[in-house]
């Protein structure tokens, strides 16, 4: 049985990188008691996928994983079980049974949306939005890598200030392996420090093609 | 006073610019965070390294669940800071804050440092000061917290005692409890902090080094310790519980790698095999197991609490446990279905047998550890661990043949009594062993060597040994990394500056306080971490001391020599230690005590105890006569080289003749 869950990685666990998320939700599956599947072979692994790394230090309501399941479960008590077994910082939004034959889930996500709170106050957000928006490409180093940001912004406009009255952005960019942007390289391309912000994904994105 | 909500708001702009900001957050699964300001004892739990490794600390584990059970009692946690963060809290004005609720430590009720070695010293004196608190006891005031340590290393606590109002020395698990009435009983009836301190001191295994006065000979060597009070302990005999309590199953999950992410279940404390460089195997005694039984349910109430994909099954010396066969069998039916690890550290050569490999096939381990630790007849006599290298190259033979193609071996270096023929066979032994391994698994074979350095303990044999000297170190080393070459093979091995100062520090005084407090002035912490030791530091706060090093390091100890920790008692009579040493020097092996017992002194001093605790659990024999009427201190036990008449010797006699 393959199920496909979804979400929310919240507060305090904004600092636990991706390989440590996977581990929690392995805990948690475990926590659950569910006959999770495992690889076969000398390094036993548990079939469990994560559809896109999320940057350390971000929040998220939108992360999906696939799990394999030994025997089938109903979804109701697969819920019950693994929201009762989630850590503070994991909460489990929905799930539901997908086809064994989809391919891996990874290669499924399109793009990440994002929401971008700014702690400090710019005075000429708009302006730095419209000149970004404008640019035919956004030459940018990261990790020692040149690459071009432009085409990986596919969307990005201001919403509404929060409810503190802190300036909010909102962002769609590619996560396709090899070719994802991230939300704290548009930041800085727009000159904000990305240490005076808070960076929160708010969907992803997935292809339709299940082939 | 810096509320959590300012913490909270200040860190938040920090944590995105240190490296591994996941240390500083707490919220993890299993923690316990209680309503602040309904509690009446705050106690703050405090591992003077980073969160990595503090969080896998046994013994901070057990005393969180023990002192959270309490109602009227909530604890917390804090771990140093890495350099980065330190810096960044200072700069902003951060005091160290707890993980919980972020409440600063300085106002927290009771303190508590974990102190297992001796190269956390300097962090304890920079978290003291991060957190605001005066570094030295006695400027500490009836607002300040009480700052408490125990571990391995306070039992000898001296080169620390300034800075410590309290040492625990020996388990913790009951103590803590009395510590915590004690202090709440003082601040019910508002009595000033010398109170609390006289208060302390009553309690058997609490040391509050305030109430001792030291005194030396012209020629530096210590001469005795006298009381300032009359109520005070003196000697100060360890704390130990007569049966161990259930296990902690309830363990924190971090969000973040550790050192160790597993179960933690201890098997057994203490040791029955007599290394005479090993101080835990001397301070551990007598020797307590749990049950298979009470192991198992504990590891089941554990996963589910945790989820955790490993169990270690701990102690000193793991396959020594009774019944280990036994033990890795029915954890391995119990859980290996359901996808548990076991990792069973801490093997002896000689109870590695072929039965307990056969039950631990399937829990996926690697490859084995051993610890020969010496390579030669006469080394081995000398330290009391009599392993043939026939016996490991047959062990190592069993362990290539069930398909495992890594082994690492421990070795020591660095007794005086031994010279380049007795490092070469360390050599020898290794490559012996790889050629096993490639006759069984072929070229895929390894060994790895990790050569450590021997520092000679207090309360050991060997606590009046020298070490070897900087250059000694450094040859043997240099013989070792020029010979220990080849395809399969690798050697690990100490700086031998850091050895040189755990050296200095583990038989130190209480002179030396000063040098810790100058070396901390001059920028020292995080000594056990190579990248930030910095020995020429420490050398200059020596000198500004006035003192030597070499002192306490290198200087042969008379056998009359009084120790300036001696008023600790480990219960192991001096007369034991010696003829023990005297025995070395012979070449004289001891048996395993569970064969044989040495009278070292355990069973006369908590006779009342294992009366109390008939059984098995104990590896001492028992003490079955009910004639002798021990007297108890208000119904309490007290251990009896407290009490004011010794009765220990006819208890002993009474034992012996088998009533």
């Not at chain 1, 030994?70 to 939004?93: D, F, K, M, W």
């Not at chain 2, 707890?98 to 956390?120: A, M, R, V």
């Not at chain 2, 001296?158 to 202090?183: L, R």
Request: aromatic share 8%; glycine share 6%; with cysteine.
């Amino acid at each position: 049985m393959r199920v496909r869950m979804r979400f929310a990685k919240t507060e305090t666990m904004r600092y636990t990188g991706h390989l440590d998320v996977y581990r929690t939700l392995h805990r948690t599956l475990i926590r659950a008691g569910l006959p999770i599947a495992h690889s076969q072979g000398y390094a036993r692994r548990p079939k469990l996928n994560l559809a896109a790394p999320l940057p350390l230090g971000f929040t998220s309501d939108w992360e999906v994983a696939d799990l394999w399941l030994e025997q089938p479960v109903p979804l109701e008590q697969l819920t019950t079980a693994i929201q009762a077994a989630s850590p503070p910082g994991l909460r489990l939004l929905d799930l539901e049974e997908v086809p064994l034959h989809w391919p891996k889930l990874t290669r499924q996500v399109l793009s990440s949306e994002y929401i971008c709170t700014l702690l400090e106050r710019v005075p000429d957000l708009e302006q730095r939005i419209d000149t970004l928006l404008a640019a035919d490409s956004l030459p940018r180093e990261r990790r020692g890598k040149r690459y071009d940001l432009r085409p990986l912004v596919l969307a990005l406009q201001r919403m509404g200030d929060d409810e503190q009255g802190r300036q909010r952005l909102r962002m769609t960019l590619q996560s396709q392996e090899g070719k994802t942007g991230r939300p704290d390289e548009v930041v800085a391309a727009m000159g904000i420090d990305p240490v005076g912000v808070r960076f929160h994904r708010s969907q992803l994105n997935f292809s339709d093609d299940k082939e | 006073m810096t509320t959590p909500a300012e913490i909270r708001e200040k860190i938040e702009r920090i944590l995105p610019t240190v490296q591994k900001p996941g240390r500083y957050t707490g919220g993890e699964l299993n923690q316990v965070v209680k309503d602040w300001d309904q509690i009446e004892t705050k106690v703050a739990l405090v591992f003077p390294d980073i969160y990595d490794l503090g969080m896998s600390n046994l013994g901070l584990a057990i005393l969180y669940d023990l002192l959270n059970q309490r109602e009227d009692v909530l604890a917390e946690r804090a771990f140093s800071p890495w350099t980065d963060m330190e810096a960044a809290m200072r700069a902003a004005g951060i005091p160290l804050y707890s993980l919980e609720t972020k409440y600063p430590l300085h106002q927290f009720d009771i303190i508590g440092f974990s102190l297992p070695y001796e190269t956390l010293y300097t962090n304890v004196l920079n978290a003291l000061d991060l957190a605001g608190i005066p570094i030295y006891a006695t400027e500490r005031e009836e607002t300040d917290p009480l700052v408490i340590a125990g571990g391995h290393a306070t039992f000898n606590p001296e080169p620390m005692y300034p800075f410590i109002d309290a040492f625990v020395i020996g388990e913790g698990e009951e103590v803590i409890q009395e510590i915590v009435d004690t202090y709440q009983a003082w601040k019910a009836r508002q009595g000033s902090r010398t109170e609390l301190l006289h208060e302390l001191a009553k309690l058997w295994g609490v040391y509050v080094p305030l109430l001792y006065e030291a005194h030396y000979h012209a020629d530096g060597t210590f001469s005795h310790l006298t009381k300032l009070v009359e109520h005070a302990h003196l000697p100060i005999v360890k704390r130990i519980v007569p049966r161990l309590p259930p296990p902690p199953t309830k363990f924190i999950v971090p969000y973040i790698d550790t050192v160790h992410s597993r179960i933690p279940i201890e098997i057994m404390r203490g040791c029955t095999r007599g290394c005479r460089f090993c101080h835990a195997g001397m301070i551990n005694r007598p020797v307590r197991e749990r049950t298979v039984e009470e192991v198992c349910q504990a590891i089941e109430e554990a996963l589910a609490h945790t989820g955790f994909e490993e169990v270690g099954l701990l102690s000193l010396s793991s396959s020594d446990y009774t019944h280990v066969v036994e033990l890795v069998k029915a954890v391995s039916e119990r859980f290996a279905g359901r996808g548990l690890s076991i990792s069973l550290p801490s093997l002896r050569i000689e109870s590695l047998s072929v039965d307990l490999m056969d039950a631990l096939e399937g829990s996926r381990r690697s490859g084995f550890t051993l610890a020969p630790e010496a390579a030669t007849e006469k080394m081995r006599e000398i330290i009391n661990k009599p392993v043939s290298s026939q016996q490991l190259l047959d062990t190592a033979r069993e362990i290539y043949k069930r398909g495992y193609q890594h082994i690492k071996l421990y070795f020591m270096i660095g007794h005086p009594s031994e010279t380049m023929e007795d490092v070469d066979a360390i050599v020898q032994l290794c490559k012996a062993v790889l050629r096993e391994g490639r006759q069984i698994v072929g070229r895929r074979a390894t060994v790895t060597a990790g050569v450590s350095t021997f520092v000679p303990k207090p309360h050991t044999p060997f606590q009046w040994v020298p070490c070897d000297t900087l250059d000694q170190i450094y040859a043997k080393q240099a013989y070792l990394k020029k010979h220990m070459r080849g395809k399969g093979l690798k050697l690990n091995w100490n700086n031998p500056e850091e050895t040189m100062l755990e050296a200095a520090l583990s038989r130190g005084d209480r002179r030396l306080a000063e040098v810790v407090y100058r070396a901390w002035e001059m920028g020292a912490k995080f000594d056990a971490w190579y990248e930030h030791f910095d020995y020429g530091l420490w050398l200059a706060a020596f000198e500004q001391a006035g003192l030597d090093p070499a002192f306490y390091t290198h200087r042969p100890r008379p056998l009359d020599e009084v120790f300036p920790w001696e008023h600790l008692s480990t219960s192991l009579k001096k007369k034991f230690l010696t003829e023990d040493y005297l025995w070395s020097l012979a070449g004289r092996t001891r048996i395993d005590c569970r064969n044989q017992c040495f009278a070292c002194g355990i069973l006369p001093v908590f006779s009342q105890l294992r009366r109390q605790t008939p059984g098995e659990h104990w590896q001492c024999p028992e003490v079955k006569s009910r004639r002798v009427n021990v007297t108890t201190n208000g119904g309490k036990f007290m251990p009896v080289a407290v009490k004011e008449k010794r009765v220990d010797v006819k208890l002993e006699a009474v034992r012996v003749s088998g009533d």
